[in-house]
């Protein structure tokens, strides 16, 4: 599975973008997808995840709210919607993706995922 990821650029305070994730064979039912980001100096975090088959989500409390993940089946697209930005949101962040046969567990961890795009840049000015 490649992945390309997409839509990040600069926005104030308060705005909005929205990430896309697009792979390069259909991301069959026993995947699962995440969403990462990594700020200067600091560890790549997990902000966002999706089982493919069935379509549940997950969410650190720190973006709860604010960032909504989906998927396209047709498109084989993973999107972020991130609303309500903070400077603090600021990073690149990183679609992956990991194989997801038991379909009851929710990876968040860097090393658990096999496949990761190229990472986006998303700044948010004060």
């Known amino acids: 599975v490649q992945l390309q990821a997409s839509g990040g650029g600069l926005v104030q305070a308060g705005g909005f973008l929205r990430l896309s994730c697009a792979a390069s064979?259909?991301?069959?039912?026993?995947?699962?997808m995440g969403w990462f980001r990594q700020a200067p100096g600091k560890e790549r975090d997990f902000v966002a995840g999706i089982r493919w088959s069935g379509g549940s989500t997950y969410y650190p409390d720190s973006v709860k709210g604010r960032f909504t993940i989906s998927r396209d089946n047709a498109k084989n697209t993973v999107y972020l919607q991130m609303n309500s930005l903070k400077p603090e949101d600021t990073a690149v962040y990183y679609c992956?993706?990991?194989?997801?046969?038991?379909?009851?567990?929710?990876?968040?961890?860097?090393?658990?995922?096999?496949?990761w795009g190229q990472g986006t840049q998303v700044t948010v000015s004060s």
């Open positions: 064979k259909r991301a069959s039912s026993n995947y699962f």
């Open positions: 992956a993706a990991v194989r997801d046969p038991i379909g009851n567990y929710v990876y968040t961890g860097v090393g658990e995922y096999g496949y």
